[in-house]
Each structure stands twice: as structure tokens, then as C-alpha cells.
């Protein structure tokens, strides 16, 4: 794409009304843009970074048996009555849930969603009622809108935000047991390709009604709400809400090995029992006739707060540095004045491959270190240079935004070793 068609301007300064560095930074480089507190729409840039989280988690969903819906975000109260969470209400989650509500202009009133447990269990009321039809695993990108007492972590903690949900439906406890350890699996193949893996760890935390203990992945970071003891060397960590001595033997783990640091939930995964099985009436037959309730799970994963945790731990003095399996594009190509005919020659060449994405910088009016500054504030993983000098030995110069090391190629070579250094992962 060419960056003078991109409607997107960077600024020098940061936004005053934002102390989060991810916020900051992603307001100055024009990836997002703030609506009001806790509310940002995602721009081009920051739209794409989305789409590639999104198309990582979805790839390692379908891998586990996930099938893609889109449920609705306006909610019926007929059913959330039948759970008892219509009624339930407020900011702080131990009060309740978070609603937003509206009403209809014909009366009465309506949720906005914040959660999908009971839409889901519902909606499979009218599609399972034997053991044949079981196990189910469905999952959707929504829109979640959460009225937060506090927001304060830029796109970290939010009114409104995407969530992939995932839901699972299961005969027995062993049947949910096995694809809970599955989900949390893939939970970590997941942050690992979206380049968070080496600093996010497996949490336990609170569990609810339903059972002892829920999944936390929790990225260490300064920036982050939460409080977490990790043991390094099994690399899994307890929170701070269930950190005890009878936890700990539960968990094999003694104090003195543990290090307490700050983490940012990304992910988190919930037995969920029998509650809305009952609740909305999801049974089976199984291979007796005999009926039972069907066992539920949920499997949460922010792709706001995820990318929010990618800028905070990968970023610089300079801006952000993406990494390659999310970044918005691969190259950023940068002509200098003089050789604008040779910089349009190398953005055809190397566009005729359709998988290495190139952000080309072709404004005329824009000074060649604003060019730059510009390139390292976006934090496209591979600067592309074309000067006269390089031009001379017939290369460009290759920048790799994270080590910052420099390399010639030449131009003809320029495809393949581009394709090679971005489509690894
Ligand atoms: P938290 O404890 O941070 O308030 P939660 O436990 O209420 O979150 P879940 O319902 O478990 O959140 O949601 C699953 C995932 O959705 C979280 O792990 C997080 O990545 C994301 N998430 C939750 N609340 C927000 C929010 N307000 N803004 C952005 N992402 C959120
Ligand atoms: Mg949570």
C-alpha cells in the first residue's frame, strides 16, 4: 500500500489523556484512535495487526475442533433471567456483571452483550439432545461491552472490545478435562506466535462456583493490573487472589522458588460445570437413554488487551516494534529524493509477490528523516531503503527494526530474501 493513499497521520507528541505506553504509542503512529475513555476505534494500521491476531487464534481453534459463529450483541433478558445474571449488576466483578442495558422503543429492555454463555447454551438447546451430538466446541470474535468502574490501561482495559470466546460442550468430566488441557495448549502456541510466549505463563486463579481453580495466562509485565507468583522453573505461576499455603501444597509449590512480579491477563479459561446446562435445560440422552446435563467450559482471549501487551514489552525509545506474525505490514520501502522512478521499479517488484505486505512511503513532500522516524514509530519489522548510493551497487539497504542491523541486498534478489526473512513463523 502506498503510505500517501493511508488517511492516517503519525504525531510527534504523545496524547496527553493517555499514560499507557501502548495507548501512546498507538495513538501517536496512527494505529488507533480514541473515542472517549475506554473506547478506541481500530484505524487501517491497527486494524490489520488485528486481523492477524485474529487469523493466529483462529487457526489454532479450528486446530482443536473449534467451529467459527457470530452470535448477536444485543441479548434477550428472558433468557439471562433463567441463569440469574440479569439481575446481577455492577462494575466490580465480584458484585456481579458488568452490563450495559438498553431499552426498546416499544418498551422493555435489552442487554448489550458482555458475555455469551447463555446465548450459546440456548442456541444449542435446539441442535443437541444425544450423545451423538456431543462434544461441541464453538467460538466466535464479538464485540464484548463491559461497563468498567475504571479504565486505565489503554486498550488494556475497555468498555468495548473484541473477545474471542470459545465454548465447550461436553458428555463427562473427563471428556471436558481433556479438551480444557487441549484448549490451554493452544492458548500457549497462541501467545507464543503472537511473540509473547517467553514472558506468559499459565496462572491459577480463582474458580468460581464451579470448581477450585480457573487458568489465567498472564503476561509478566510492569504495566500490568495484576500480582502473580511465578515458579520459573515449572513455569506456572498462582495469582494473588488464591495465593495461600493450602494453594501452594495443592500445587507442589514452596514459597522461597517463587517471584512475585506483574502480569497482564491476556487469556483465561473457566470450568463453567453444569450452571447453564441446568439453568437453560441443555440435556442429552446418552447411550443408555438416560438423561443428563451437558458439561460446560469457557475460554476467553482479549485481542485488544493482547495487542495492547505486544506494544507494551515490544516496544522502544523510538516506537513499536512488531513482531513479524502480526505486524501490520512486512516492509516498509522508503525512497529518498531523486530516485522516486527506481523506488516505484523495486515496490512493483517486489509487490509481485502477494504475500509480502509493503507499507511504501512514496509522500514527495515529506523530509527523508521524517521518513524515517516515521518508519520506526510504525514499527514495520524490515525498512526498505533506495538511495543513489545503493543504487550505485545496483541494492537497497535492509534495516531490521528490532536489532537495528543493516544489511545490502541487491535488487534482484530482493523478493526471495524479503520472502525468506518474513514468512518464517
Ligand atoms: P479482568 O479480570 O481483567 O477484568 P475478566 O476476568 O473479567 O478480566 P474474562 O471474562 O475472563 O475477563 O475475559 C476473557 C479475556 O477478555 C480476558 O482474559 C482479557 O484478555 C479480556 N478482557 C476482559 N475484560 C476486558 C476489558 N475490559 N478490556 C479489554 N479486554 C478485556
Ligand atoms: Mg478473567
Known sequence: MRQSQLFTKTQKTSPKD??????????????IHKEMAGVYSYLPLGWRVMENIMRVIREEMNAIGGQELVMTTLQNPEIWKRSGRWIEEGADSKRGLPWFKTKLASGGELGIANT???????????HVSSYKDLPVYAYQFQNKFRNELRVKSGIMRTREFVMKDLYSFSRTEEEFRMFYEKCAKAY?????RLGIGDKTFRTFASGGAFSKFSDEFQTLCEAGEDTIYLDREKQIAVNEEVYNDDVLEDLGLKKDTLEKVKAIEVGNIFPLGTKYSYALGLKYRDEHGEEKPVIMGCYGIGLGRSLGTVVEIHADEKGIVWPISIAPFHVHLIGLPGVESETEKVYKELSANRRIEILYDDRMEIRAGEKFADADLIGIPYRVVVSAKTLEQESVEVKERKSGKIEFVKIDQLPAFTYSKTHLV
Open 18 to 31: 493517555e499514560e499507557s505506553k501502548n495507548a501512546q504509542l498507538l495513538i501517536r503512529a496512527g494505529f
Open 116 to 126: 455469551h454463555e447463555e446465548a450459546l447454551t440456548n442456541i444449542l438447546c435446539q
Open 188 to 192: 500457549l502456541r497462541i501467545f507464543s
